[in-house]
Every structure is written in structure tokens, then in C-alpha cells.
């Protein structure tokens, strides 16, 4: 069963659309099972930034029509996504990535923090995702949702929280193995899960993740451009043999 996508308020009202139902069971939100799967002992999640918009959009018109729907609750359709992109709002929200190789962004999650005017209550994030469908099974969703938890505490919030369709086991899993308590309402579910204090040790641990994903997506650019440039050298190469041989044919 793949991994449930959560809809945040921020999501919803970036799309410009009426809210809709609690978020559904989102393929496109994280980890279909395989057979056996293999999870990677350490996934470089990178914190974006607006310089990022055009990847994050980029990732999210590549999930499939039924994933869109699952991801955001609605038939989101190619403008809606681009308005919620441009919706982001990076000072007050926080968004991670994960980067494969070529530096292609196969993995988001959009943690939404409550907004300064919201009325007195638990201190709650509400946590969003995306997995593209040719690399679920691999724990991005897991990981995405573990970063995630640590980034909330940090920031001094008591609960982080999710919405989704109440056949979205995967996720509802996720949450429960995270120690969440999960309410089901008919067809809908809600996963509720309280937070540690922040202490120095989550600091530490955030500040050398987020330390080691920027250097990790900085040998990714040096790689591509190093490749690049071999790829260039063999074009000029190949161009040059071919008009050697045309010469010596004349």
C-alpha cells in the first residue's frame, strides 16, 4: 500500500481551491512496498529554498493523474500545481528534498507550521509528501516523515499531525510505528502524534544532517558538471574523427 500524502492548509490555500476532503492515500506520497524492499542506511534530505521552485515543480507535474489527486486531495491539474509551487511560503513553512544523482528531486515533503494570527491551542505541524513512483519501496516516505518529526521539535512545536483517507495503511503505519495516535472517522483518518522537548543532542543532529545533505548535493553538481564536460570532449571528439575520416576519404 503506498504511503499517505497530507494536505496542508498552506497546500490548499497556495492552489487557490475550497478546501477539500482530509488528503487520500498518495502513491505519489511515498513507499509502495516491493517484495523486498532495501532501505538505505542514510538519505541526504536537503532543506529547499525559493531558488528551488522550479524543481519542486518540476517533481510534482511528473507524479501521474491519480497520484496528483491522492497528493492533494483534489484532480489538481497542471496550473494548480504551479500556483501552489509559487505559493510556498519559505519563511514560514520548511521544505526538504531528496536529490538522486542527476540531481533530479524524487522525493518532497512540505512541513506546514501554524501561522502567527492562529488561535491559542497545541503548537502543531502538519506534514505533506511526494514520492515519484519509480523509486518508492526504497523508505524516502519514512525518512521524509523521521526528518520532519526532528525539524518540528526544533522549532518548539508539541505535535505534528496528519490528514488522510482512512485506507492509506501505509502511512497510518508510519505514524503509529512514530508513536502517533490515529482517530478514524468513516472513510477519513487522523494521526496525531505528540513531540520530545528539543534538547542539544536533536540540535546536533539536525545541524550535521542538514550539513552533510549540502555537501552531498554539492558533489552531485560537481559530478554532473564533470560529466558534462567528458560528454562535450567526446561530442568534439567524435566531430573531429568524423571530419578526419571524410578527409581522408577525399
Known amino acids: 500500500m503506498p504511503i499517505a500524502s497530507v494536505t496542508t492548509g498552506a497546500d490548499r490555500l497556495a492552489a487557490g481551491l475550497p478546501a477539500p476532503p482530509a488528503s487520500g492515500p498518495v502513491p505519489a506520497g511515498g513507499d509502495a512496498p516491493h517484495n523486498t524492499p532495501q532501505y538505505a542506511p542514510w538519505i541526504p534530505i536537503r532543506s529547499l529554498s525559493p531558488r528551488h521552485r522550479d524543481r519542486i515543480a518540476t517533481h510534482l507535474l511528473a507524479l501521474p493523474e491519480r497520484d496528483r489527486y491522492l497528493r492533494f486531495g483534489y484532480a489538481a491539474g497542471d496550473a494548480q500545481i504551479q500556483r501552489y509551487v509559487d505559493g510556498l511560503d519559505f519563511d514560514r513553512d520548511e521544505v526538504f528534498g531528496v536529490f538522486n544523482r542527476r540531481l533530479v528531486l524524487i522525493a518532497l515533503a512540505h512541513l506546514a507550521y501554524p501561522r502567527p494570527d492562529q ?59 512514530a508513536g502517533a495516535v490515529v482517530q478514524r472517522d468513516g472513510s477519513e483518518s487522523e494521526a496525531f502524534l505528540k513531540l520530545p522537548q528539543e534538547t542539544l543532542a536533536s540540535r546536533v543532529e539536525q545541524w550535521v544532517g542538514e550539513g552533510a545533505a549540502a555537501l552531498d548535493y554539492q558533489l552531485k553538481q560537481q559530478s554532473r558538471l564533470v560529466d558534462g564536460v567528458l560528454d562535450m570532449i567526446g561530442e568534439v571528439r567524435q566531430g573531429v574523427s568524423s571530419r578526419l575520416g571524410r578527409a581522408a576519404k577525399d
Open 119 to 177: 488561535a491559542a491551542g497545541p503548537k502543531a505541524a502538519e506534514f505533506g509528501g511526494s514520492v515519484l513512483p519509480t523509486v518508492r519501496g526504497r523508505g524516502y516516505g519514512a525518512r521524509l516523515f523521521e526528518h520532519a518529526m526532528l525539524h518540528a521539535r526544533n522549532r518548539g512545536l508539541d505535535t505534528m499531525f496528519i490528514h488522510a483517507l482512512s485506507e492509506n495503511t501505509t502511512m497510518l503505519h508510519i505514524a503509529r510505528r
